[in-house]
């Protein structure tokens, strides 16, 4: 498979996590797919195609969990696909792989704006907020929340194994916001004090059930059991169209050496480490999805995927979607 080498260096970042979350993956991806396009150095039609394709597989072979990443992916490539099977020619494909990324990126950075503001009024003056993992989502509302003047207070996990929860208590301290970074299993014990929980997504499913990092879905039950609303921050483009024909989102298990020491597996060969890296909450447990498109109960996600399905019809957008799982 043929692609450059800015490409290669963008997927690896992705891969070892030095590019992480759902957006930044997204945005990483399209930013990709526009350096392929704008430097590729093929003479044909065809070639281009392969080149792009060929960029596009090995992009969404970096993490299979976040759906934003296929999403991009697939806002680009269906564009390019059809204009190619309607015969455009190489600089016409060039053009429009370099138009659909940059207008995937602006509906990216619109839609953390409009969140921001639509979140923000789910905060009131004196909240405490609990917050999971390092979401760009999360960040964007509560810094608008205190833009606003409000005064709330954040209790941040850690997030074991790989620590996003001190980037949001960096980010938030930068902010002006208060942080308290507690270990993930301290959740229940700080809940009685939670006014709102505040999480993030990788895939929002057709039923509502929401994909974000693991410990997720114990903190939502914790936060059932307390009474305090749990509250999603996902752009649309976090939203699995392949859900709605049954398909499972695939959930990613990284290595044990994220949690133990190679030496210590060595030493004790009968213990074993599992560490995957995300869970799935059921919409049950979630009160509100926050999206650009307005606030949504959570069995409300299959008229968003359905809406975005139709800005491009269907059948197109399944055939497509086929083919990339073809990849
Ligand atoms: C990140 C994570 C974030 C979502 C949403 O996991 O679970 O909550 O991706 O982030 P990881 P955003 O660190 O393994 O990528 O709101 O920035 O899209």
Not at 246 to 269: A, C, Q
Not at 290 to 303: D, F, R, V, W
Request: glycine residues 4%; hydrophobic residues 45%; aromatic residues 6%.
């Amino acid at each position: 498979m043929k692609f450059s080498v800015k490409l290669e260096e963008i997927a690896k970042a992705i891969e070892e996590m030095r590019i992480r979350g759902a957006t930044p993956i997204a945005r990483a991806a399209a930013e990709a797919l526009i350096i392929e396009a704008e430097e590729s150095r093929a003479s044909t039609p065809d070639e281009f195609i392969k080149e792009m394709d060929g960029a596009a597989r090995r992009l969404l072979s970096t993490r299979p969990t976040a759906v934003s990443l296929p999403n991009a992916v697939r806002f680009i490539m269906f564009r390019v696909l059809s204009a190619y099977r309607r015969g455009a020619g190489l600089e016409d494909l060039r053009k429009i792989s370099i138009e659909a990324g940059r207008e995937f990126l602006r509906r990216v950075d619109e839609a953390k704006k409009v969140i921001a503001k639509i979140g923000s009024k789910r905060i009131v003056d004196g909240d405490i907020i609990l917050t999971h993992c390092n979401s760009s989502a999360v960040i964007a509302i509560l810094t608008e929340a205190k833009r606003q003047g409000k005064d709330i207070k954040v209790i941040a996990t850690e997030t074991r194994p790989k620590f996003q929860g001190r980037l949001t208590a960096m980010q938030l301290a930068e902010a002006g916001i208060p942080v308290t970074l507690i270990v993930d299993s301290a959740a229940r014990f700080f809940m009685k004090k939670v006014d709102k929980v505040f999480v993030g997504a990788d895939a929002v499913a057709s039923n509502g059930a929401v994909v974000n990092k693991i410990g997720t879905s114990m903190i939502a039950l914790a936060a059932k059991e307390a009474r305090v609303r749990v509250f999603v921050a996902a752009e649309t483009y976090k939203f699995s169209p392949e859900t709605i024909i049954g398909e499972l989102i695939k959930i990613e298990e990284r290595s044990p050496d994220e949690v133990v020491s190679k030496e210590f597996l060595e030493r004790y060969p009968l213990v074993s480490v599992r560490n995957p890296s995300f869970d799935v909450t059921p919409p049950d447990y979630i009160d509100l999805i926050i999206t650009e498109k307005g606030i949504i109960p959570p069995q409300a996600a299959y008229l968003i995927i359905q809406s975005e399905i139709s800005e491009v019809g269907y059948d197109d957008y399944m055939r497509y979607t086929t083919y990339l799982e073809e990849s």
